[in-house]
């Protein structure tokens, strides 16, 4: 042909987009479908019956006769290589869109729901809640007292008399009260409660009363200014020292275990007469001697003793029918001792860490 540039060899035969670039458009547009959907709209485009490459087809018999064959053929080459890629593709995206799928609706037995956050009981509250549930397991009611005493009920009753060294002034916050008859002050122990107790003239009597206590104590490991006790009184016909002893063993094993033992020794309180002081072994070295327990391999936890009859006489009830034991202890220290915690002040310090423990 006269007058028209030769055709190259291997060079397109059709004007505008030649069948090599659609192809190389068309693999990219292939590959950039992320879903099945795409592919399709991709495919329709590429391949459509309005397509460049469809549109070439139909320009096919323009060409002299000579060339259409092998255009032709060039068109039908590069749509069959085209239409493979379009079926890989179309299985990969498949695939992966049924993994999808079933990852969207598996299962999810090993799922944690979050719990809300919720508080639990102070430790020295659970602690307090199993002793009573101790002593009601042994018949016993559980009795409360006023916080803010008489002098009456916290001292002189219980045969602490006016002068007398146990009621030192330093170790009581007094209260004032306008108009108010008597000294008030805040409770130094649990015992103006078996005052109550006697005083309401029920018998026999077999009651404990927890409650908080206060002391003018500086905080330290051991002491706290505000602390409680449970306080045990038992009032009957023909109660005995042993059966004092029988009692304390029994909770302390329901409290610490039956590999705890107990030992009273000799003490003195004014309202209980004998007096003793009762010691566990000691929790921290398990009885061989460590400095929590001076060395001793025992923690002393409270006091007890037979009520004194001038605590009888002051309430009216006669000692000559009635006997009864009387013992009080730390609620705070027994805590302390159970679960192995060094400082008291943890207690009040309200560092959540630190109670989550328990
Ligand atoms: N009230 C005494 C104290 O606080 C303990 C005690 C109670 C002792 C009952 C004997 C009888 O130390």
Redesign the pocket.
């Known amino acids: 042909m006269k007058g028209s540039p030769p055709a190259a060899a291997g060079a397109a035969p059709f004007p505008g987009a030649a069948p090599a670039e659609i192809e190389k458009a068309g693999r990219l547009a292939l590959e950039e479908a992320t879903s099945v959907a795409a592919l399709e709209e991709a495919t329709r485009l590429l391949l459509g019956r309005r397509s460049q490459l469809s549109l070439l087809h139909q320009e096919l018999g323009k060409l002299p006769a000579d060339e259409r064959k092998g255009a032709g053929r060039l068109l039908n080459e590069t749509r069959s290589r085209l239409e493979q890629i379009v079926a890989a593709r179309r299985s990969e995206l498949e695939e992966a869109e049924r993994a999808e799928r079933l990852f969207a609706d598996r299962l999810e037995l090993t799922e944690v729901t979050p719990q809300p956050l919720s508080g639990h009981l102070h430790l020295v509250t659970q602690v307090r809640e199993r002793l009573e549930d101790v002593f009601v397991g042994m018949g016993y009611e559980i009795a409360e007292g006023p916080e803010v005493e008489t002098d009456w009920y916290n001292f002189q009753a ?1 045969n602490i008399p006016l002068d007398h060294p146990a009621r030192d002034s330093s170790d009581t916050f007094f209260v004032r009260v306008p108009g108010g008859a008597d000294a008030y002050l805040l409770r ?4 103006p409660v ?1 005052i109550h107790l006697l005083e309401r003239g029920r018998l026999p009597i077999y009651a404990v009363a927890p409650g908080q ?1 206060y002391r003018r104590d500086t905080p330290d490991a051991t002491h706290l200014p505000v602390f409680h ?1 449970i ?3 038992v009032v009957d016909r023909g109660v005995s020292f042993g059966d004092l002893a029988g009692t304390i063993e029994t909770f302390v094993h329901a409290i610490f275990g039956t590999g705890v033992s107990t030992r009273l020794r000799p ?1 003195y ?1 004014p ?2 007469e004998p ?3 009762f010691e566990i072994t000691c929790q921290i070295c398990g009885g061989g001697g460590c400095r929590t327990c001076s060395g001793t391999g025992w923690i002393e936890l ?4 037979m009520v004194n009859p001038p605590v009888f006489e002051a309430t009216g009830v006669d000692p000559e029918e009635w006997s009864g ?6 609620i705070d220290r027994l805590a302390i001792m159970r679960h192995g915690i060094a400082d008291l002040r943890a207690f009040v310090e309200n560092d959540v860490r630190f109670l989550r423990q328990f």
């Open positions: 219980l130094t122990h649990t015992s078996q206590v006790q306080e045990g009184l003490g309180f309202f209980t007096s003793a002081e409270g006091g007890c003793g034991f009387a013992f009080g202890f730390g």
